[in-house]
T-cell receptor, first 110, second 113 residues
């Protein structure tokens, strides 16, 4: 099945800095999602992005399906951006099952 | 709009006791439903998924079982909890099997003592 790897595992930023989180996947995908897990554990959908580029405010994501990676960009980071960011993927071989990466834990310092 | 509920939010149970966690979805029909567990650390692991009433697929052999008695209700159960069952349990739904966005509930934090 698909393997999903995220990097870096941990990231510390000063407020206002920009960052890029990376997600590599081992097979072709039909679904690629980015989530933010807040301090209360809630998984918040950021992007559904099996290919292409999307933007939502200070966040944007790009998936290059042919090269099997996705990037999440956070610009002008704020302390409220802190938490764990997950990438998850599936394809027709997996059915509806999302395979999660291990996450990137982001800490934004004031 | 669709919403997903889980209860209880937190639970502390002794080893050997039974478990029942409930997940319900509102605002959609015939959703696909999923149970995930997040143990200490960060990874999420799919435990069960269901494409319809009474249809359950198990991903990992374990001490847990799942049932779907109604279209928008998904229940996670155990007859006898183990210490290793502690973790954060998340329910999710999607409109179709693949590919489609999965939406997660608020989770249940289970501690087995």
């Amino acid at each position: 099945g698909i393997q999903v790897e995220q990097s870096p595992p941990d990231l510390i930023l000063q407020e206002g800095a920009n960052s890029t989180l990376r997600c590599n996947f081992s097979d072709s995908v039909n679904n690629l999602q980015w989530f933010h897990q807040n301090p209360w554990g809630q998984l918040i959908n950021l992007f559904y992005i099996p290919s292409g580029t999307k933007q939502n405010g200070r966040l944007s994501a790009t998936t290059v399906a042919t090269e099997r990676y996705s990037l999440l960009y956070i610009s002008s980071s704020q302390t409220t951006d802190s938490g764990v960011y997950f990438c998850a993927a599936n394809n027709y071989n997996q059915g509806g099952k999302l395979i999660f990466g291990q996450g990137t834990e982001l800490s934004v310092k004031p | 709009s669709q919403t997903i509920h889980q209860w209880p939010a937190t639970l502390v149970q002794p080893v050997g006791s039974p478990l029942s966690l409930e997940c319900t979805v509102e605002g959609t029909s015939n959703p696909n439903l999923y149970w995930y567990r997040q143990a200490a650390g960060r990874g999420l692991q799919l435990l069960f998924y269901s494409v319809g009433i009474g249809q359950i697929s198990s991903e990992v052999p374990q001490n847990l079982s799942a049932s779907r008695p109604q279209d928008r209700q998904f229940i996670l159960s155990s007859k006898k909890l183990l210490l290793s069952d502690s973790g954060f349990y998340l329910c999710a739904w999607s409109r179709t099997s693949v590919p489609d966005t999965q939406y997660f509930g608020p989770g249940t934090r289970l501690t087995v003592l």
